[in-house]
């Protein structure tokens, strides 16, 4: 019985060893499980102080906030001016030596601008004395910046620009130009004289006047006085612009609007001139136009593709202008034109132009075509030109005219250069 006991409690040790040696190993496996993963992942109260750091900080800054700027010094001005203290020294001494005072009408030039001196604080001024205080300096008065007036024609005058009674017949729809009793025709009267000497003619048709004011003011300002243009017959007042033009010595054509080639998609208005319609539509249209201005010496085209390759519809045209002592200008819209044959058939004072000078808008084009002009002045004795009055234009002819009489050339007005063909 003993021996059994003693072996029950040997055994009960062992058990109790093999217990406590498998807890030791057991935790020695875990402490180095954690060291392996501390050695990996690093360590976890790092990791929480570099994650909980800016959390930190912006808690910080939103409970330290930066104290108030101090509020501005406010100084009131005493009743009768400027603190003197507050000034600069430069800015007292302006104050106490003011620039004397310029006579009217002198022009005020701006002062310059300095850096301005940041003012020095002010001291306490003494219980008994009050501040010195300026006079309220006011500023010079600025003159508001002059205003460009409209462009507007100037206003007639007696000479030129004044139509001849003589020459004008009173109807309903305005002055209607005629041949006086002497015989004297516009073409005639309105014409500008001008001395050739034999030398060859160049003419220059300048069109498209009388719709801008300002093209056209432009134009008659910078074109030689020899340059022939031709007014539209819509503006209200285009006879105060023929006016002008004519006191600039320049001589003066009505564009009648005739019908195109592509009309009605080009429509030079209600007034065009039309084939296939009754001469006496045509005559009417053409009244109207006529007594839009007075001073012009003859009619251009308008537009007019169509219109000049009908001589069913040119020839009454022609005619009716004869009567009333006028030339005709083909402008050459239309590149198979009937008008010299018509104008040869009816007896019309006609010209016709040698060449477009400006279907292309461009400096360089436009001297070539220039001295083709001048080739063809040469060899036939006199050449014309037409254009618009675009700027580029306008001013390569200002350009090209002061050097022509010098190469033997005379720029002449369009009425020198007109056949009057006698009828047959």
């Known amino acids: 019985m003993a021996a059994s006991s003693m072996i029950g409690r040997a055994g009960g040790r062992r058990r109790g060893g093999l217990a406590l040696a498998l807890a030791v190993f057991f935790v020695v496996v875990v402490l180095a499980g954690i060291a392996v993963a501390v050695g990996l992942l690093g360590n976890p109260r790092d990791a929480e102080s570099v994650a909980t750091a800016?959390?930190?900080?912006?808690?910080?800054?939103?409970?330290?906030?930066?104290?108030p700027p101090p509020p501005p010094d406010i100084v009131e001005t005493p009743p009768g001016g400027i603190v003197t203290a507050m000034l600069s020294p430069e800015e007292l001494a302006a104050l106490t030596n003011p620039p004397p005072a310029s006579p009217p009408g002198t022009p005020t030039a701006s002062p310059a601008v300095t850096p301005a001196t940041p003012p020095q604080p002010a001291p306490a001024p003494p219980a008994a004395t009050p501040p010195a205080a300026t006079p309220p300096v006011s500023p010079p008065p600025v003159s508001p910046p002059p205003v460009s007036p409209p462009i507007e024609p100037p206003p007639a005058s007696s000479g030129l620009n004044v139509a001849n009674p003589a020459l004008i017949e009173k109807t309903p729809q305005g002055p209607l130009p005629r041949i006086a009793d002497n015989g004297l025709p516009p073409m005639r009267a309105y014409a500008v004289p001008i001395a050739t000497d034999g030398r060859p003619r160049i003419a220059i048709v300048i069109a498209g006047?009388?719709?801008?004011?300002?093209?056209?003011?432009?134009?008659?300002?910078?074109?030689p006085a020899g340059v022939?243009?031709?007014?539209?017959?819509?503006?209200?007042?285009?006879?105060?612009?023929?006016?002008?033009?004519?006191?600039?010595?320049h001589e003066v054509l009505l564009e009648v609007p005739m019908e195109p080639y592509d009309f009605p998609d080009s429509d030079p208005g209600q007034y065009t001139l039309r084939t296939g319609v009754g001469e006496d539509t045509n005559t009417r249209k053409l009244t109207w136009s006529l007594t839009r201005f007075t001073g012009y010496v003859g009619v251009t085209n308008l537009l007019g593709g169509r219109m000049l390759t009908d001589s069913n519809a040119l020839e009454p045209m022609l005619a009716y202008l004869t009567r009333r002592g006028l030339l005709f200008f083909d402008n050459g819209a239309a590149s198979h034109s009937v008008a010299p044959d018509v104008a040869a058939r009816v007896g019309a004072p006609f010209s016709q132009a040698t060449l477009t000078i400006d279907s292309i808008q461009a400096a360089m084009e436009i001297d070539h075509r220039l001295s083709d002009l001048e080739t063809a002045a040469r060899s036939k004795g006199s050449a014309v030109g037409a254009g618009f009055l675009y700027p580029v234009t306008v001013e390569r002819i200002a350009v090209w005219a002061k050097g022509l009489a010098g190469r033997g050339l005379v720029l002449a007005p369009i009425s020198t250069i007109v056949s009057t063909p006698k009828k047959p």
């Open 54 to 67: 800016p959390i930190h900080i912006r808690k910080i800054a939103r409970l330290v906030k930066p104290p």
């Open 228 to 249: 022939t243009l031709a007014f539209a017959p819509y503006a209200n007042d285009v006879q105060r612009w023929v006016s002008f033009a004519r006191q600039k010595g």
């Open 209 to 223: 006047l009388g719709i801008s004011a300002k093209s056209t003011s432009f134009a008659i300002s910078n074109l």
